[in-house]
């Protein structure tokens, strides 16, 4: 068997159109979607990710800001100007990159943005009504995943999904939205023994290391016909690859590559919520923005 590459770029194309329009329309309303990022420090992967977001943003006719800030900056001076995002009346939606410097309390910075500006899905109320099915608005790497699952046809209704990622931005969240779709899921990390034996058991597998150091997802770790959904990116002498070795090809059913797979995804995601952050926080409803 040879895998059908899941062609994320080209989705994320489409849902990136459609998010132009509604810019349009919300435009014709008065209202010009406005995303703010913070950027904490001088990680340069994180730095690339804010640039490429800002450039999808500019590409849909969302207004953009970024506040790039020292390394030393205080998580006191964060919360004043969380704060100040928070209170203003123009920005629609507030991305904080993570990992914040080590020095940061990321639970208290991230949990203070205002619900209906957190196109992230970080704050502890979002995931709350993400665990009831109830949120508008979905993180935007586990929203971009089901979206491709859908647009491929690929339903994970009984059947066993292994994550290989237990983060707040990846693992958590996707887990809960998989349950919804009536998976069996089961989440591995670091310290899961028998790792490879939990990967031959998933009819669906998910990972998101991003360390090829640490964890490659070798042939002999996939049962044939696995859909295998590929988050992790790494750089291996200048090249960009995902968790999964070319081998894996050979054995999946479906993958997603790297670049090009879940990587567009997560900003045509981020996108689509900041329209949707937009409508929630100038009181318009959505769909009769749609079409
Ligand atoms: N760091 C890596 N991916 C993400 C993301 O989707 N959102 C935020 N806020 N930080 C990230």
Redesign the pocket.
């Known amino acids: 068997m040879v895998a059908v590459l899941i062609d994320g770029k080209s989705i994320a194309g489409k849902v990136t159109e459609r998010v132009r329009r509604t810019v349009e329309r919300l435009k014709e309303k008065g209202v010009e979607p406005y995303l703010a990022t913070v950027l904490v420090g001088n990680d340069e992967a994180?730095a690339t990710?804010v640039r490429n977001k800002h450039r999808a943003c500019e590409q849909v006719g969302i207004k953009t800001i970024n506040h790039h800030l020292p390394e030393d900056y205080s998580t006191d001076q964060l919360i004043e100007l969380v704060t100040m995002l928070n209170e203003d009346r123009r920005v629609h939606g507030i991305?904080?990159?993570?990992?914040l410097p080590k020095h940061i309390n990321q639970f208290l910075i991230?949990s203070m943005i205002k619900p209906s500006k957190d196109v992230?899905c970080?704050t502890p109320f979002n995931i709350g009504l993400l665990a009831y099915d109830v949120a508008k608005l979905l993180?935007?790497?586990p929203a971009g995943i089901v979206e491709l699952m859908k647009r491929y046809r690929i339903d994970p209704a009984g059947k066993h999904v292994v994550i290989i990622n237990r983060s707040v931005?990846?693992g958590k969240p996707l887990s809960i939205m998989l349950l919804h779709m009536d998976a069996t899921v089961t989440v591995c990390h670091s310290k899961t023994t028998n790792l490879k034996e939990r990967c031959r058991e998933a009819d669906i597998l998910i990972t998101a290391v991003g360390d090829r150091s640490k964890f490659v997802l070798s042939k002999d770790m996939v049962k044939d016909g696995t859909v295998v959904i590929d988050v992790g990116i790494d750089r291996v002498n200048g090249r960009l690859v995902g968790d999964a070795d070319e081998g894996v090809m050979e054995k999946a059913s479906y993958i997603t590559p790297v670049p090009g797979g879940v990587g567009p995804m997560?900003v045509a995601m981020?996108l689509r919520n900041t329209v949707i952050a937009a409508a929630l926080n100038e009181g318009i409803d959505l769909a009769e923005l749609d079409g």
């Open positions: 994180s990710y991305l904080v990159q993570l990992p991230t992230d970080l993180p935007c790497t931005l990846v997560t981020l």
